[in-house]
């Protein structure tokens, strides 16, 4: 059963998060361990797989970009993030761009003095960020707005180029947040309230 079934939805990304919460609450409720203590050891073991599968489904579904890379693992045959076959690139002219930034990076560290990045170096990479902030939010809107809209509407061959798409877009968001995520450090800099996506 996937993700979707447990919530008895279809494969649609157009999901109302307050419904869907109102629906884990009721199951949750509904299939709590806590209730079933009196139950046979079998049946509780049952009770309690249950009640994680609907725990791992609401967190997959309720965030947007959570909902998209689990669609795309879910039509890959994968359960999980790992043991994609291919993995997703990005954009050859993006991965350029990207080249010229590390090597600014590479300089402004090379050359920051004991107190920090000098002032020019610093304003150039504040620059590179905020152009990068906005190519990820292009990337995010293109993921929940056209992507979207195009796989809840579309046919099984319209669909599995959406997923070709989604997984370029994804793969663009990824390597963006990290080449962000450096700037941020070189600058000294976490935004309050920001997680870094950066894989440990």
């Given at each position: 059963m996937d993700h979707f079934e447990v919530f008895g939805?279809?494969?649609?990304l157009g999901i109302d998060a307050a419904e869907l919460q109102r629906k884990f609450y009721a199951l949750s409720r509904r299939g709590?361990?806590?209730f079933h203590q009196g139950a046979p050891p079998e049946r509780q073991a049952e009770i309690l797989e249950a009640s994680a599968r609907l725990n791992a489904a609401y967190r997959a579904l309720r965030d947007p970009i959570g909902r998209i890379e689990y669609l795309v693992r879910l039509e890959e045959g994968r359960d999980t993030r790992e043991g994609a076959t291919v993995k997703p690139k990005a954009p050859p002219a993006l991965l350029e761009e990207m080249?010229?930034?590390q090597?600014?990076?590479q300089e402004a560290q090379s050359s920051s003095q004991p107190g920090g990045l000098e002032a020019g170096a610093r304003a150039?990479?504040?620059?590179?960020r905020e152009r990068l902030l906005a190519r990820y939010q292009e990337e995010e809107h293109r993921l929940l707005g056209p992507l979207s809209?195009?796989?809840d509407s579309g046919g099984a061959a319209e669909?599995?180029?959406v997923?070709?798409?989604?997984k370029e877009a994804l793969a663009a968001r990824a390597y963006l947040r990290t080449v962000i995520d450096d700037i941020d450090e070189a600058l000294g800099e976490v935004r309050e309230g920001y997680v870094s996506h950066r894989r440990h």
């Amino acid at each position: 059963m996937d993700h979707f079934e447990v919530f008895g939805l279809p494969r649609r990304l157009g999901i109302d998060a307050a419904e869907l919460q109102r629906k884990f609450y009721a199951l949750s409720r509904r299939g709590h361990p806590d209730f079933h203590q009196g139950a046979p050891p079998e049946r509780q073991a049952e009770i309690l797989e249950a009640s994680a599968r609907l725990n791992a489904a609401y967190r997959a579904l309720r965030d947007p970009i959570g909902r998209i890379e689990y669609l795309v693992r879910l039509e890959e045959g994968r359960d999980t993030r790992e043991g994609a076959t291919v993995k997703p690139k990005a954009p050859p002219a993006l991965l350029e761009e990207m080249f010229e930034i590390q090597e600014s990076l590479q300089e402004a560290q090379s050359s920051s003095q004991p107190g920090g990045l000098e002032a020019g170096a610093r304003a150039t990479l504040a620059a590179h960020r905020e152009r990068l902030l906005a190519r990820y939010q292009e990337e995010e809107h293109r993921l929940l707005g056209p992507l979207s809209e195009a796989w809840d509407s579309g046919g099984a061959a319209e669909r599995a180029e959406v997923i070709t798409a989604f997984k370029e877009a994804l793969a663009a968001r990824a390597y963006l947040r990290t080449v962000i995520d450096d700037i941020d450090e070189a600058l000294g800099e976490v935004r309050e309230g920001y997680v870094s996506h950066r894989r440990h």
